[in-house]
């Protein structure tokens, strides 16, 4: 593996891509908890991972997928990365009542993937109609 420097060193050296896909390779050990029941006591013992911070120097972004990668939060770089159109932040950890600030700072959003994390569907509800355009699929909607 390597340590959170070398992470961050390499992805600023893509500054310039504007598609990236972060995913798990099975060889890592990374392991998979289902199902995703936030009222389950499992959940507060599952492994949990962080993305660099240094993701928000990938400006130029247009498409993010960080499926499954068992994050409990997002960095507050994120907010950083101003031409996203597409976020995949499926099967993680995060609960969008948390994440919603630095979300709402992605002005350009159109399609926002939150399936089997925590959402709040009111809070959620009330967020979309300021987001006219914004395409939100939470819980296998």
Do not use: C, M
């Not at 099975?26 to 009222?39: L, Y």
């Not at 389950?40 to 499954?68: C, H, M, R």
């Amino acid at each position: 593996g390597l340590s959170e420097t070398e992470v961050d060193q390499n992805l600023k050296r893509l500054s310039g891509i504007e598609k990236l896909i972060i995913s798990k390779n099975a060889k890592t050990g990374w392991q998979v908890f289902p199902p995703r029941d936030f009222d389950d006591p499992i959940f507060d013992q599952v492994p949990k991972n962080e993305l660099p911070k240094a993701i928000g120097e990938l400006k130029q972004l247009t498409y993010l997928s960080l499926f499954d990668l068992e994050l409990t939060h997002l960095p507050e770089s994120i907010s950083n990365l101003t031409e996203l159109d597409t976020l995949i932040l499926g099967n993680n950890y995060l609960d969008f009542s948390i994440e919603l600030q630095k979300l709402s700072q992605l002005k350009k959003l159109r399609y926002l993937d939150l399936t089997n994390n925590k959402v709040d569907t009111l809070i959620l509800k009330e967020w979309l109609e300021i987001r006219p355009g914004l395409t939100v699929v939470y819980r296998g909607n």
